[in-house]
């Protein structure tokens, strides 16, 4: 059996790679898949995870996965200091980032870049569709062709096949970079060939490699370098990595109308909103940080009087 768990935040498709993965192995490899999330808080930009089982035989086992040959992470700021522990003997990590790491175990791969060039906006999931393909015996190519058409409406199935081709073709040059062919392709074993991407790990001579030349492949990065955001699971007021994007509206407060009951303040998870004071220390009005706001929306569903509302981020932007 091939396991795949996938880390990424809300609004990135972690589940529905999880699902095109799945379907590549159950509708085009005649394997058995099974595919499904969990979740925290329900909302973009949030941390999400995903998981992929494929095997020859029926899958019985639908617990969470807690090793996996194959950890995805479609944000770079989810990987902790034990991402290693959910690797099975033998795994890979997927990153997407444009950094990279002297670790023959990480493939770095940018595919918010890839998926700009080819969708015009950076999400990252099918990227790993194609990158998968060029390290697992799992599935081809092909098989995740299939997996996108069965799973996407038709006008996205073109673009993400083309981003998933894309990203294949980045990995199977570095592989040949590295002298690596691909072996016959076996559903049975699926076996998960750990590959070391040009530029990675240690030369010869013990000194370190520079910077791959194959585009969108990094691979330059040491986590003990302190660059990783830490953006999650922060008391109100600590956040230091700023909204990535994700927030599809934002909460917009009526200063007339706000009675400063603080509800919103005392109920906002990332602590987004803040006091104003006046020149003698007294509480004037309330404010939101939008560098930090993910427009969750509770501060509108906890107000009593209904002076915060959720406003779409198009039509704030356009104003």
């Known amino acids: 059996m091939v396991e795949v768990i996938w880390h990424a935040r809300g609004g990135q498709g972690a589940f529905t790679a999880a699902r095109c993965l799945g379907a590549a192995a159950a509708l085009s490899a005649d394997a058995h898949a099974l595919a499904f999330p969990t979740f925290g808080p329900e909302r973009r930009g949030a941390p999400v995870c995903a998981y992929t089982k494929i095997s020859d035989s029926p899958i019985g086992d639908r617990s969470v996965v807690r090793q996996a040959d194959i950890v995805i992470y479609l ?3 989810l990987m902790t200091e034990e ?3 959910e690797l099975a003997p033998g795994g890979v990590v997927l990153l997407n980032t444009t950094r990279h790491m002297d670790d023959a175990r990480i493939i770095c791969l940018d595919a918010d870049a890839i998926s700009r060039d080819i969708l015009g906006r950076a999400i990252p999931n099918t990227a790993f569709l194609g990158a998968i393909a060029a390290i697992s015996d799992a599935v081809s190519l092909e098989d995740v062709h299939v997996g996108i058409e069965a799973t996407m409406p038709a006008r996205l199935q073109d673009p993400n096949i083309r981003i998933a081709d894309a990203a294949a073709a980045v990995v199977e040059r570095s592989k040949a ?7 016959p392709r076996t ?3 699926g076996p998960v060939r750990t590959v070391a991407p040009a530029g990675m790990g240690e030369r010869r001579d013990g000194g370190r490699q520079g910077a791959s030349n194959t585009p969108y492949l990094r691979t330059s990065f040491d986590a003990s370098d302190g660059g990783f955001a830490r953006s999650t699971c922060f008391e109100a ?3 230091v990595s700023k909204n990535a ?3 599809s509206s934002r909460p917009v407060l009526d200063d007339v109308r706000c009675t400063k009951c603080l509800n919103c303040y005392q109920l906002c998870p990332d602590g987004t909103i803040y006091k104003v004071r006046d020149a ?3 509480l004037e009005a309330l ?6 706001c993910k427009g969750c929306g509770v501060c509108a569903e906890v107000c009593p009087v209904s002076c915060i509302s959720m406003v779409p981020e198009a039509e704030e932007v356009s104003a």
């Open 75 to 77: 944000d770079e700021t």
């Open 83 to 85: 991402w290693a522990s």
């Open 177 to 183: 970079a590295c002298g690596e062919e691909r072996a």
């Open 187 to 189: 559903v049975e074993t």
């Open 237 to 239: 007021g600590h956040l």
């Open 245 to 247: 994007g994700w927030r």
């Open 280 to 282: 003698n220390g007294d």
């Open 287 to 292: 404010s939101i940080d939008y560098a930090f």
